[in-house]
């Protein structure tokens, strides 16, 4: 069951890798290209695409003080380290 | 001492005895080999449903995660729609393996190696989210270049049936960048070695792991070459070919 904004790791995938919602704390990632056929195969893929941003909208709704537009927060800066194989 | 002497023997144990199991994933039964020693330390193979990994305790991550694909299995894979949650190995020591905190804000996508969209049943797929078979890629990359990359692999795998895949990063240069506490090391470059028994067919393409479009096709023996890894289960009368590209890439 995909939750939105409960955790950083789950990710829904839609006809194999064709469609990804990433979930995220802070955001919800939608990516890839999905074909919706008119066949059962379609309608199985269009369910799962809608229920979860069903949630997400719900999910957004029901925020108590849902900001115009969230903050970016900056990445970490990356470490170094001397390549042990070169 | 007696109990860790136990721990290590079962850690053993548990190798050997899940290794054979799973070399059906890779030609002639055998595992590519890595002729850079100095990869070698704090190696381990983990066997998944339909994929393997060699992962290494001083990259954090793997150094190459091994597949079969069949026309079917991708058919079936497909038809996929499932809720995924990416994971720390529990058969890695302390240490040895990515944690999940250190992906978050590293401003890097958790690249699968073997594509999670390969799978054909929902347990290979939930364990493609094992973070032993993903490192970290540049997010522009692994959403498009690579995304087509593996397209068009999975269609080579539709036309000819049989294909063997080994994906995996390469480091190169003197100084690397890492990521979170553990200190994940990112790869410079990633690479897939293909090879289609029917049709005598063997090639790499290799993507540097920034944001680009740019790919290269080169041989198995370029390869080899670049990344300390060999792979004896291709013939070595295969590893010269260079196709000019990939369809749809």
């Known amino acids: ?86 | 001492m007696k109990k860790w002497l136990f721990c290590l023997l079962a850690a053993f144990a548990a190798t050997a005895s899940a290794a054979p199991s799973c070399t059906q994933f890779t030609p002639n039964a055998q595992w590519p080999v890595l002729t850079n020693q100095k990869m070698t330390p704090k190696t381990r193979m983990l066997c998944y449903s339909d994929f393997a990994v060699l992962h290494s305790g001083i990259t954090h991550g793997p150094l190459w995660s091994a597949e079969h694909l069949t026309r079917d299995h991708i058919e079936a894979a497909k038809d996929m729609v499932r809720t995924n949650k990416f994971f720390e190995d529990a058969r890695l020591p302390e240490g040895e393996g990515a944690t999940l905190a250190d992906y978050k804000r590293s401003g890097f996508d958790r690249g699968h190696m073997s594509p999670a969209g390969n799978r054909w049943n929902a347990q290979a797929m939930a364990q493609s989210f094992s973070l032993a078979n993903v490192v970290p890629q540049n997010r522009e990359n692994n959403q498009r270049l690579w995304s087509r990359i593996e397209t068009s692999v999975r269609k080579i795998a539709m036309t000819y049936d049989d294909t063997y895949v080994v994906t995996g990063p390469m480091f190169s240069g003197q100084q690397l960048q890492t990521i979170g506490a553990t200190r994940v090391f990112v790869p410079t470059q990633l690479f897939k070695a293909v090879y289609v028994p029917a049709r005598q067919l063997a090639f790499a393409v290799v993507v540097d792991n920034v944001s680009t479009n740019r790919y290269e096709i080169r041989t198995i023996h370029e390869l080899e070459a670049a990344s300390g890894i060999r792979f004896p289960g291709i013939p070595e009368d295969l590893k010269d070919q260079r196709p000019g590209g990939l369809k749809g890439v």
Do not use: C, W
């Not at chain 1, 066949?39 to 957004?60: F, H, I, N, P, S």
């Open chain 1, 1 to 86: 069951m995909f939750k939105p904004y409960s955790n950083d790791d789950d990710v829904l995938n839609i006809q194999g890798d064709a469609m990804t919602v990433s979930n995220g704390t802070t955001r919800v990632v939608l990516n890839g290209t999905l074909e919706i056929t008119q066949d059962q195969r379609g309608l199985k893929a269009a369910l799962a695409l809608k229920e979860a941003l069903d949630a997400v909208v719900a999910a957004l709704q029901a925020h108590p003080a849902l900001p115009a537009k969230a903050k970016d927060e900056p990445d970490d800066k990356p470490g170094v380290v001397q390549n042990p194989f070169q």
